[in-house]
C-alpha cells in the first residue's frame, strides 16, 4: 500500500512496480473510467516504457483503448484531455513519472475526467488491487498520437507577438523531458536562447532535476551570469519552473503576483507556505486571494470549485485557468513570463516595492508515517494553550496543518502527505521576529513528539 500516495502511486521499479503490480493498476483504474479511451505518456526514464507497456496491458483487459503519446512532459499529458482526437476526446490520462524523484523511481499522475484522480480515490485502489487477481490478456489496442506537434503548435500560435524578443534566454532542462518541446518551441518563435542538459536522460548525469533546491540551480546560475538576461530550470516531467534574474530566484508565490499584474481582479489560489506578501498584495491589488491546501491535485480542485484564474506553490507549480485549460505547466508559464518582460514590466523592481520580509526556505522535521498527522493535532491542542512566554497569536489557520498568525509574521507546520516529515516555514517582516516564531514554535512541536511518545 506504500506506493498509494495523497496526489500520485509512487514507487521503486522493479521492486515495488512490476509487472504484476502494474498490469492490476491499470485494470483497477480502467473500472473507475466511464468512457473507452485513455490517453498515456511517459517520462525520460529507462524503465518508462516497460511500465507503458504493463499499464497498458491492464486497461486494455478493463475494456480501454490507448492513446500512446510516447514520451512527453507531464503538462503534454495533461493537455490531451483537451483536445479531439479523430472525433475522440480521451476520458482520462495517464503519465508515468518519477518527477523530481531519484532514477530508480517511477509512478502514475492521473487525470479523469479532466480532474485529478488522487487522495481517497487512489487509496481505495490500492486497496482493491491488494486482493485482485491478475487479469486475463486480450488483444492489445494501442493507437499512437503526436501529442508533442499539437502542443507545440499550440504553445507558437498563442506566444507568436513574443517572435524576436531580443533578451537572452538561458535554461536547463535537468535531463528531464522540458527539452522535447522547448527546444522546437523557442526556434519557432525565434527567441535567443541558450539550454543546458536539454537532451532526456532518466539517469540524470548533470544533477538531480529538481529545481526547488537550490545547488540543482548552480549550473544554469552560472550561464545567467555569463550569458543571459533571464533563466529558467525545470523538474525532470516539466511542471514545475524556477525563474532567475541578476537579483531573484523568484519563488512560486511571487511569480503568481507578476502573472497577475496583467490579469484584471483575478481570483488567485495559493497554498499555505505561500507569503503573506502574497495574499495581501493581491487584495490590495482588488484581487481575491484564497488560501488552501499544499498539492498540485488540491489546488486544481479548489481552482475548479472557486473559478480561479491562477494558483501557484512556492514550489514552482503554476496553474493558469486564465487563457489556458487550469493545470500546472512549466513549458507554458516560461512564456507567460516572458510575455512580462516583452510588455516591458521589469520583474526585478516590481519585486523590490513589495514590503520586505524575513523568511526561511521550507525546513523539514524528521518523523515517522504515523506520527506525522499525530504531532499535529497535539500541536493544534498544545496553541490553545501555548507557554506564557510564547508569541502573542492573532490567528491560526488549519486548511492545511497549522499556520500561526503572529504580530509580525506567522509560522507554519504541516505534515507532509508523500514523506515522513513535518514541513515547516517562517516569515516576519522583523528578522528577529522570524528567529522567535521558529525557535517557538519548534519547541512545540518537541513537546507534541514528546507527548506522542509517552502517550499523553
Known amino acids: 500500500m506504500s506506493i498509494y500516495r495523497e496526489y500520485d502511486i509512487r514507487g521503486i521499479f522493479e521492486e515495488e512496480l512490476n509487472e504484476a503490480s502494474v498490469v492490476r493498476i491499470g485494470y483497477g483504474l480502467a473500472s473507475r473510467i466511464d468512457g473507452e479511451v485513455?490517453?498515456?505518456?511517459?517520462?525520460?526514464?529507462?524503465?518508462?516504457?516497460i511500465l507503458f507497456e504493463y499499464l497498458v496491458r491492464g486497461l486494455n483487459a478493463g475494456g480501454k483503448k490507448v492513446l500512446d503519446m510516447?514520451?512527453?512532459?507531464?503538462?503534454v499529458n495533461y493537455f490531451t484531455n483537451y483536445q479531439d482526437w479523430d472525433g475522440v476526446t480521451p476520458s482520462a490520462s495517464v503519465m508515468i513519472t518519477g518527477s523530481h524523484n531519484p532514477s530508480e523511481y517511477n509512478g502514475f499522475k492521473i487525470t479523469i475526467d479532466k480532474s485529478p484522480f488522487f487522495g481517497e480515490d487512489i487509496y481505495a485502489l490500492g486497496r482493491e488491487i491488494a486482493t485482485m487477481a491478475m487479469p486475463q490478456s486480450v488483444e492489445r489496442a494501442v493507437v499512437?498520437?503526436?501529442?508533442?506537434?499539437?502542443?507545440?503548435?499550440?504553445?507558437?500560435?498563442?506566444?507568436a507577438h513574443l517572435k524576436g524578443m531580443k533578451e537572452r534566454i538561458v535554461y536547463d532542462c535537468g535531463n528531464g523531458v522540458a527539452g522535447i518541446v522547448t527546444e522546437k518551441i523557442f526556434a519557432g518563435l525565434g527567441l535567443h536562447v541558450k539550454g543546458i542538459y536539454v537532451d532526456p536522460d532518466g539517469t540524470f548525469p548533470n544533477h538531480h532535476p529538481d529545481p526547488s533546491v537550490e545547488h540543482n540551480l548552480e549550473d544554469v546560475k552560472a550561464l545567467l551570469e555569463k550569458e543571459g538576461d533571464i533563466a529558467f530550470a525545470y523538474d525532470g516531467d516539466?511542471?514545475?519552473?524556477?525563474?532567475?534574474?541578476h537579483k531573484n530566484n523568484i519563488k512560486g508565490d511571487m511569480m503568481a503576483l507578476l502573472y497577475a499584474m496583467k490579469m484584471d481582479k483575478p481570483t488567485v489560489v495559493g497554498e499555505v507556505k505561500c507569503s503573506q506578501v502574497m495574499y495581501d498584495e493581491l487584495e490590495r491589488r482588488g484581487a481575491k486571494a484564497i488560501m488552501y491546501k499544499t498539492g498540485h491535485s488540491n489546488l486544481k480542485v479548489k481552482m475548479k470549485e472557486v473559478g480561479a484564474d491562477l494558483?501557484?506553490?512556492?514550489?514552482?507549480?503554476?496553474f493558469f485557468k486564465n487563457r489556458y485549460f487550469g493545470y500546472d505547466d512549466a513549458i507554458y508559464a516560461t512564456l507567460r513570463m516572458l510575455e512580462l518582460v516583452h510588455d516591458g514590466i521589469d520583474l526585478d523592481a516590481e519585486l523590490a516595492k513589495l514590503p520586505a520580509v524575513f523568511s526561511t526556505e521550507e525546513i523539514k522535521v524528521e518523523t515517522?508515517?504515523?506520527?506525522?498527522?499525530?504531532i499535529i493535532d497535539k500541536l493544534k491542542v498544545l496553541l490553545q494553550n501555548p507557554p506564557e512566554d510564547f508569541p502573542h497569536i492573532k490567528d491560526i489557520i488549519d486548511v492545511d496543518g497549522v499556520r500561526v498568525i503572529f504580530d509580525t509574521g506567522w509560522?507554519?507546520?504541516?505534515?507532509?502527505?508523500?514523506?515522513?516529515?513535518?514541513?515547516?516555514?517562517?516569515?516576519?517582516?522583523?528578522?528577529?521576529?522570524?528567529?522567535?516564531?521558529?525557535t517557538s514554535l519548534n519547541g512545540l512541536i518537541q513537546k507534541a513528539q514528546q507527548a506522542i511518545i509517552n502517550h499523553d
Open 38 to 49: 485513455v490517453a498515456v505518456g511517459y517520462d525520460a526514464r529507462s524503465h518508462s516504457p
Open 70 to 75: 510516447g514520451m512527453v512532459p507531464t503538462p
Open 144 to 159: 499512437k498520437i503526436d501529442a508533442v506537434s499539437r502542443y507545440i503548435d499550440f504553445m507558437l500560435s498563442e506566444f
Open 238 to 245: 516539466a511542471d514545475r519552473i524556477a525563474v532567475l534574474t
Open 311 to 318: 494558483a501557484c506553490e512556492v514550489s514552482g507549480h503554476v
Open 368 to 374: 515517522t508515517e504515523k506520527e506525522r498527522f499525530l
Open 411 to 438: 509560522g507554519l507546520v504541516r505534515a507532509s502527505n508523500t514523506t515522513p516529515v513535518l514541513v515547516t516555514r517562517f516569515e516576519s517582516t522583523c528578522k528577529e521576529d522570524a528567529v522567535l516564531y521558529e
